[in-house]
């Protein structure tokens, strides 16, 4: 280390703050660690910080999550870890309003609202702009009353479709779908009040401006709302995460049973074991060896984190249709780990999560009431199974009136295929009756 002059070029009064003067007599009051002098009375101010942290988190969780996260604010991958904290300790994180957010995540009534700046796409201008206008004129009525509200020079078209897609405007009317087809003429129409606004026009003719906003509300374009995975995806795009959801969630069971790894199980296996992890592939690239052979690289990501994965050109020519960008898949291969912590796998085999408790069950059992089995649906359920014949066992649990349970199997000709289309169509015929997989 070099050691130089520093000159002090100003000296700024920054008013009283409580301090530590501590006499240690010697030779205690400085000792070294790792080779650097270091004073006693440093180590009794950093475990009075510690313990005021550690009171803090205990005893105000919101408040304390709130703090970390907003430190952490342009980091998605760190807000995502926190927030998984947050809700391992009970606090709920409440999604980005626009009638609600501040700047940064606030703590309201034990829950936290994500804050607008940790929107991609957002600038503090914009931010500012926006709390300004709802500090004015109140809350936010519609996305028309939202671009005529806000400065114009604040507002393109990037920013509300982060707003829209990060669910920041959901308490305004219409769906996500119906608001992102209207950005062009909701931008359109503010820039139209703002210039008559300007002009002085919007006193003569305010009752014909409301009209007309209110004409504009009306008309929102009639589009399909967008899949929950297309809402979880533009939450993705603009927040660095899953916030309302995550892809995972309907597959918890399959994972489950599969013994499927978290990421943040990982760290607790020994470098080189077979791991089988779940997850989301994002950020796939497919790259080529110096002998231009194929292999690609991606990031598997579950609810808990992500890790690189490396699929290799033997393992990729078979893996190829299954891992592409979205796609949610199960990997299994041989897990790497630096210093402790997982940094990478390498990918042996990989499948599709949609459908495969069904590919892989060894048959179904339907759980149904005596008195439901007409001679009608007897018919209808036959007619149903027919249809989805196959080699996998087929089972029934009756129950009778007298609350005795008698088990039946069918023969082998009877046999189904198990597949999600099967267990829709038996949910949706009867929705009465309960389906388990073997």
Same mark, same amino acid.
């Given at each position: 280390?070099?050691?130089?002059?520093?000159?002090?070029?100003?000296?700024?009064?920054?008013?009283?703050?409580?301090?530590?003067?501590?006499?240690?007599?010697?030779?205690?009051?400085?000792?070294?660690?790792?080779?650097?002098?270091?004073?006693?009375?440093?180590?009794?101010?950093?475990?009075?910080?510690?313990?005021?942290?550690?009171?803090?988190?205990?005893?105000?969780?919101?408040?304390?999550?709130?703090?970390?996260?907003?430190?952490?604010?342009?980091?998605?991958?760190?807000?995502?870890?926190?927030?998984?904290?947050?809700?391992?300790?009970?606090?709920?994180?409440?999604?980005?309003?626009?009638?609600?957010?501040?700047?940064?995540?606030?703590?309201?009534?034990?829950?936290?609202?994500?804050?607008?700046?940790?929107?991609?796409?957002?600038? $503090?201008?914009?931010?500012?702009?926006?709390?300004?206008?709802?500090?004015?004129?109140?809350?936010?009525?519609?996305?028309?009353?939202?671009?005529?509200?806000?400065?114009?020079?604040?507002?393109?078209?990037?920013?509300?479709?982060?707003?829209?897609?990060?669910?920041?405007?959901?308490?305004?009317?219409?769906?996500?779908?119906?608001?992102?087809?209207?950005?062009?003429?909701?931008?359109?129409?503010?820039?139209?009040?703002?210039?008559?606004?300007?002009?002085?026009?919007?006193?003569?003719?305010?009752?014909?401006?409301?009209?007309?906003?209110?004409?504009?509300?009306?008309?929102?374009?009639?589009?399909?709302?967008?899949?929950?995975?297309?809402?979880?995806?533009?939450?993705?795009?603009?927040?660095?995460?899953?916030?309302?959801?995550?892809?995972?969630?309907?597959?918890?069971?399959?994972?489950?049973?599969?013994?499927?790894?978290?990421?943040?199980?990982?760290?607790?296996?020994?470098?080189?074991?077979?791991?089988?992890?779940?997850?989301?592939?994002?950020?796939?690239?497919?790259?080529?060896?110096?002998?231009?052979?194929?292999?690609?690289?991606?990031?598997?990501?579950? $609810?808990?984190?992500?890790?690189?994965?490396?699929?290799?050109?033997?393992?990729?020519?078979?893996?190829?249709?299954?891992?592409?960008?979205?796609?949610?898949?199960?990997?299994?291969?041989?897990?790497?780990?630096?210093?402790?912590?997982?940094?990478?796998?390498?990918?042996?085999?990989?499948?599709?999560?949609?459908?495969?408790?069904?590919?892989?069950?060894?048959?179904?059992?339907?759980?149904?009431?005596?008195?439901?089995?007409?001679?009608?649906?007897?018919?209808?359920?036959?007619?149903?199974?027919?249809?989805?014949?196959? $080699?996998?066992?087929?089972?029934?649990?009756?129950?009778?009136?007298?609350?005795?349970?008698?088990?039946?199997?069918?023969?082998?000709?009877?046999?189904?295929?198990?597949?999600?289309?099967?267990?829709?169509?038996?949910?949706?015929?009867?929705?009465?009756?309960?389906?388990?997989?073997?």
């Amino acid at each position: 280390m070099s050691l130089r002059e520093i000159n002090i070029v100003r000296v700024t009064p920054a008013g009283t703050a409580p301090t530590y003067n501590l006499t240690m007599r010697a030779p205690y009051h400085n000792y070294f660690i790792n080779g650097i002098l270091t004073a006693n009375s440093h180590s009794v101010c950093y475990g009075i910080l510690a313990y005021r942290t550690a009171y803090l988190k205990a005893h105000y969780p919101a408040h304390f999550w709130a703090a970390v996260l907003s430190n952490e604010l342009g980091d998605s991958d760190k807000v995502a870890r926190y927030i998984e904290s947050a809700r391992e300790q009970g606090v709920e994180i409440l999604p980005p309003d626009v009638n609600l957010s501040q700047h940064v995540f606030t703590a309201m009534g034990g829950k936290i609202r994500f804050g607008l700046m940790a929107i991609k796409g957002l600038g $503090e201008a914009t931010v500012d702009a926006v709390i300004v206008a709802r500090e004015q004129h109140g809350p936010f009525q519609s996305l028309f009353d939202f671009t005529e509200r806000v400065d114009p020079k604040a507002l393109n078209r990037r920013v509300l479709e982060s707003l829209i897609k990060s669910g920041a405007f959901d308490s305004l009317p219409g769906t996500r779908a119906q608001k992102f087809a209207a950005i062009d003429a909701a931008l359109e129409q503010g820039a139209r009040a703002y210039r008559a606004a300007a002009t002085g026009q919007a006193s003569l003719f305010g009752d014909a401006a409301d009209d007309h906003r209110q004409a504009s509300e009306a008309a929102l374009p009639n589009v399909v709302e967008w899949t929950p995975e297309e809402s979880l995806a533009g939450e993705k795009a603009t927040l660095g995460f899953y916030l309302t959801g995550h892809p995972l969630a309907i597959f918890r069971e399959t994972l489950q049973a599969l013994k499927s790894l978290s990421y943040a199980q990982l760290a607790a296996q020994p470098s080189g074991a077979e791991v089988r992890m779940g997850g989301v592939v994002n950020a796939l690239t497919v790259k080529n060896t110096k002998k231009g052979e194929r292999f690609a690289v991606f990031t598997l990501e579950d $609810e808990t984190g992500g890790i690189e994965v490396i699929a290799w050109p033997e393992t990729f020519k078979r893996l190829e249709p299954k891992v592409q960008d979205g796609a949610a898949v199960v990997v299994t291969g041989r897990l790497e780990l630096a210093d402790g912590t997982p940094t990478r796998i390498i990918a042996e085999a990989a499948e599709p999560l949609e459908g495969l408790r069904e590919r892989y069950a060894q048959g179904i059992t339907i759980h149904l009431h005596a008195e439901t089995l007409n001679d009608e649906r007897a018919k209808q359920l036959r007619d149903l199974l027919d249809r989805h014949r196959g $080699e996998r066992s087929l089972n029934f649990i009756v129950r009778l009136p007298s609350g005795t349970q008698v088990r039946l199997r069918a023969h082998r000709a009877f046999g189904v295929q198990p597949s999600p289309r099967l267990l829709e169509d038996l949910h949706e015929a009867f929705p009465d009756y309960a389906v388990e997989l073997l």
